[in-house]
């Protein structure tokens, strides 16, 4: 599913296709076994994985306040089925699991309004725009950088 969504929405990751085809099973069970408070979630529709999302706590001392959303990703022949809110509540749910954690973050590509919106419905606010934060066959995308209090962190 990961190389899947690479090739398909090559503007929503900061990897690509081209760094992650080469891993081995047993490097991407490594990648996502669950590590310093972090975890991978799946939701699964007709018997096959149908979405992903990884959320973990950021890793530099002065920084283990915050945990990262990422890899954020419902097939196309499923979307529309709440997936991905689903998901998503999961991911915030660990987080509050973290003791000290106090925020959630995430970038997403700025033009891709149906994530934005979700996000935004589930309490996040753009906290920062980055210009042309990737170069994808050429051509830039910006990134909003969004943020989710956590009233107990």
């Not at 990262?68 to 022949?77: D, E, K, L, N, Q």
Request: proline share 3%; net charge negative; charged share 20%.
């Amino acid at each position: 599913m990961r190389l899947d969504a690479l090739v398909e929405t090559p503007e929503s990751f900061g990897s690509s296709y081209e760094e992650e085809h080469t891993l081995t099973l047993e490097d991407i069970r490594e990648w996502i076994v669950p590590a310093d408070d972090g975890a991978m979630f799946g939701v699964f529709a007709d018997g096959a994985l149908a979405g992903m999302v990884g959320v973990g706590r950021q890793r530099k001392l002065k920084m283990r306040h915050k945990a990262h959303i990422w890899s954020m990703y419902v097939t196309p022949a499923q979307r529309g089925r709440g997936f991905a809110r689903l998901l998503m509540q999961a991911a915030i749910g660990h987080a509050r699991t973290m003791r000290g954690v106090r925020q959630v973050q995430l970038s997403v590509t700025a033009n891709n309004t149906a994530a934005v919106a979700l996000y935004a419905g589930m309490g996040f606010a753009v906290y920062g725009h980055e210009p042309e934060a990737l170069c994808v066959n050429g051509r830039l995308y910006d990134e909003a950088l969004m943020a989710l209090p956590l009233a107990d962190g």
